[in-house]
C-alpha cells in the first residue's frame, strides 16, 4: 500500500497537514483509541467522550469521501492501549511505505514521535501542525534574545502579519486594545443567551456508555452533555455566538454569575483545539462581524485578541520553553491540591460554584479559572504540579500546550514572571465586583477582613503579599499594594497572619 497517515485524537481537520496529499486509492488513515491517552491523566468524562465522539464522527465522514480508514476501536479485540504499539501494529496489518503524522500538541508525544523514527519499521514523516496561525519557527523568531515575552506585544506582530483588524494607517480604530471598556459587571437580574447545546446522537451516546463503564471513576459528570462533535455542529456553534455572544462578548468577558456558566462566552475551545475548528476562520469571523455586522470594536477586538493573541502566545511559549518550563517553582509553593476541588465541599460560594460548573460541563470560563480557582490556589501556594494536573483533568478543552503556560505562567507566576508581569493575585473585593457570588450563598463576609467570618481571599492576599515581600516588592506594578502594606499597623499584618494560617492548616486536615 501507499502511505500510513496517523490523526491524532485532537488534529481532526481535513486539511490537517499529515492529510494534504491523500491519497485515496493507495493510502489508509489511522485513528486509534487508546488507554494510555485516556488516562495518563484521568481526564474529566465529558473530554474522552467528547474526543471518541469527535474521532468517530471524523472517521465516518473520511469513509463517506471514499477515504480508507482503519479505525481503533478502546474496547476492539487486541488493542493495546498505547500510540506507539497500536501504529507498530497497524504497519504490520498494511505494509505502508512509510508513516505521515502532524507534530503533536504534546511533548510527551513529541518524545514519542522522535522515538518512531527509531523504533520503527518504515519511514516516518513528522509535519509542521498547519492548524495555528504562528508556525514554531516563527514564534521563536520573534523571541529571538527577548528577555520578557509579553503577549501584548506578541499580538501587535501577528495583527500586523496577519492584517486582522488592521487599516492601512495602523489598528483598527486607532487602538490595539479596547479592555478598559471590557470590564462590566452584570445588571442586576440581567438574562444572558442559551446555550447552543448539541443533543447526543447515536455515536455520541455510544461513546458516553463506553466512557461510563470504562472510566466512571474519572472526575465529572457526563449527564449535561452538549458538545459540537463535528465540524458542521462546531460551525454552527460559531455562528450561535457570532450573533448571540460576541456582540456583549467584551462588555461581560470578565462577568461571573451563578448558576449561569456560559454568559457571552463562545464555548469553542474543545472544538478547535480537537481541529474541528481553525484560528483563522474563527479569527476572520469575527472580523467579517464587525465591518458588516455592526458588532461594538471592543467587542471583536477583545475575542480576536483571545484567539490570535493569547492562544497563539501561549503555544509559542509552550514549545519555545518545553521541555524545562514544568520545573521551575519560583514562589516556593508546596502545599497539597485541597480535596473541595475535586468535591466542591466548601464554604466558600465563588469555588463552590465554579467547580460545581466543572463538574457538570467541563468547562469555566478564563476569568472563572483566573481569579477564582487559580487565584485561590496562587494565595494558598499550591505545589504547581498538582494545580496544573487538576486543570489538565478537568476540562474538555485541556491539552498541556495551552494549559500548561496558563496554569504555570498566568496563574501561579511558577516561571518567576516569563509569562505575566506580575502575579493575578487578588482579594475578595475583585470576585465581589465582578460577580454575584458574595452574598447569602456564601459562608463568609467578603467585606470583613480578618477574623473567623472574614472572607478568606482578603487575608490570604495580603499575607501573600508578605509571604513574598521580599521577591515582589520591587516589582514596579506591584508598588501600590506594597505602599498600603506597608502602611498597616503591626497589629494588622499580625492577625492577618495568623488569619492566614489557621484557616491554610485548617485545609490540611
Ligand atoms: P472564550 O472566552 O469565548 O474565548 C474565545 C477563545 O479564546 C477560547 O475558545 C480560546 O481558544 C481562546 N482563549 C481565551 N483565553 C485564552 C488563553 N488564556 N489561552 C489560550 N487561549 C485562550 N484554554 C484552553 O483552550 N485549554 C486549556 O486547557 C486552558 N486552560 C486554562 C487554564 C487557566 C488557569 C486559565 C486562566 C485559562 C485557560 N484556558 C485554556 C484559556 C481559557 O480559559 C479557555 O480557552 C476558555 O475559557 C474556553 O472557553 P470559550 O471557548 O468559551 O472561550
Ligand atoms: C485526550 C485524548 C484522549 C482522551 N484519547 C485519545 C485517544 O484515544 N486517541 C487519540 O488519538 N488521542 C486521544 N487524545 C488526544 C491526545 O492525548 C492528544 O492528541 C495528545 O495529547 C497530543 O496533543
Ligand atoms: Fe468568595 Fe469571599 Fe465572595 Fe465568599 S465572600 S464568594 S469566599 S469572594
Redo the contacts with the bound molecule.
Keep these: 500500500m501507499g502511505v500510513l497517515r496517523f490523526i491524532l485524537g485532537d488534529q481532526l481537520h481535513r486539511r490537517v497537514a499529515s492529510l494534504t496529499d491523500l491519497d485515496s486509492e493507495a493510502d489508509v488513515v489511522l485513528l486509534v483509541e487508546v488507554r494510555a491517552e485516556a488516562t495518563y491523566v484521568r481526564h474529566h468524562k465529558q473530554k474522552i467522550a467528547f474526543l471518541f465522539s469527535a474521532m468517530r464522527h471524523f472517521a465516518a465522514e473520511l469513509e463517506a469521501e471514499g477515504v480508507r480508514v482503519d479505525y481503533v476501536r478502546l474496547d476492539a479485540e487486541g488493542n493495546t492501549g498505547s500510540f506507539t504499539e497500536e501504529l507498530e501494529r497497524a504497519i504490520a496489518r498494511h505494509d505502508p511505505e512509510r508513516v505521515v503524522v502532524t507534530e503533536p500538541g504534546e511533548w510527551r508525544v513529541w518524545e514519542m514521535m522522535q522515538a518512531w523514527r527509531e523504533e520503527l519499521s518504515v519511514p516516518v514523516e513528522i509535519r509542521a501542525d498547519n492548524r495555528f496561525l504562528c508556525s514554531r519557527e516563527t514564534f521563536e523568531a520573534w523571541a529571538g534574545d527577548r528577555t520578557a515575552l509579553r503577549m501584548e506585544t506578541f499580538y501587535r506582530f501577528m495583527r500586523k502579519r496577519t492584517g486582522i483588524l488592521m487599516t492601512e494607517e495602523g489598528p483598527e480604530g486607532g487602538q490595539w486594545n479596547f479592555d478598559a471598556e471590557n470590564r462590566k459587571r452584570l445588571p442586576r437580574g440581567h438574562v444572558p443567551p442559551e446555550r447552543i447545546g448539541f443533543p447526543p446522537d447515536a455515536i455520541t451516546r455510544e461513546a458516553m456508555a463506553l466512557v461510563a463503564r470504562e472510566f466512571g471513576d474519572h472526575f465529572g459528570s457526563l449527564d449535561a452533555f452538549a458538545w459540537p462533535v463535528t465540524r458542521a455542529e462546531a460551525l454552527r456553534s460559531l455562528a450561535h455566538f457570532l450573533r448571540e455572544g460576541l456582540p456583549r462578548?467584551g462588555d461581560y468577558?470578565d462577568a461571573m454569575k451563578a448558576d449561569a456558566p456560559f454568559l457571552y462566552?463562545?464555548?469553542?475551545?474543545p472544538a478547535?483545539?480537537a481541529g474541528l475548528l481553525t484560528a483563522e476562520e474563527i479569527c476572520r469571523a469575527a472580523e467579517r462581524a464587525y465591518r458588516e455586522g455592526g458588532i461594538p470594536l471592543n467587542a471583536a477586538e477583545g475575542?480576536i485578541r483571545?484567539?490570535l493573541g493569547?492562544?497563539e502566545y501561549?503555544r509559542g511559549l509552550y514549545w519555545a520553553q518545553m521541555p524545562v518550563y514544568a520545573e521551575s517553582n519560583a514562589l516556593a509553593a508546596r502545599r497539597d491540591l485541597p480535596w473541595f476541588y475535586w468535591s466542591g465541599e466548601t464554604g466558600m460560594n465563588c469555588l463552590r460554584q465554579c467547580i460545581a460548573q466543572t463538574r457538570d460541563h467541563a468547562?469555566?470560563?478564563?476569568i472563572q479559572?483566573?481569579m477564582v480557582l487559580?487565584n485561590f490556589a496562587l494565595l494558598a501556594g499550591i505545589e504547581p504540579a498538582q494545580v496544573e494536573e487538576w486543570?489538565?483533568v478537568v476540562?474538555a478543552?485541556?491539552?498541556e500546550w495551552?494549559?500548561l503556560p496558563?496554569?504555570h505562567g498566568?496563574?501561579l507566576w511558577a516561571d518567576g514572571g516569563l509569562l505575566g508581569s506580575k502575579p493575578y493575585a487578588a482579594s475578595g473585593a475583585y470576585i465581589d465586583r465582578m460577580s454575584d457570588y458574595c452574598g447569602a450563598e456564601c459562608r463568609y463576609d467578603v467585606k470583613a477582613k480578618t477574623g473567623s467570618e472574614a472572607c478568606p481571599f482578603n487575608y490570604l492576599y495580603w499575607n501573600f503579599l508578605i509571604t513574598h515581600e521580599q521577591r515582589l516588592c520591587s516589582n514596579p506594578r506591584m508598588a501600590m499594594p506594597y505602599r498600603t502594606l506597608r502602611a498597616m499597623g503591626e497589629e494588622r499584618r499580625a492577625a492577618i497572619v495568623a488569619d492566614a494560617a489557621r484557616f491554610l492548616d485548617a485545609l490540611e486536615t
Aim: avoid cysteine.
Design positions: 462578548f468577558q462566552h463562545a464555548l469553542i475551545a478547535l483545539n475575542f483571545q484567539i493569547w492562544r501561549v468547562y469555566a470560563h478564563h479559572r483566573l487559580g486543570y489538565l476540562y478543552d485541556a491539552y495551552v494549559e496558563n496554569v498566568m496563574v
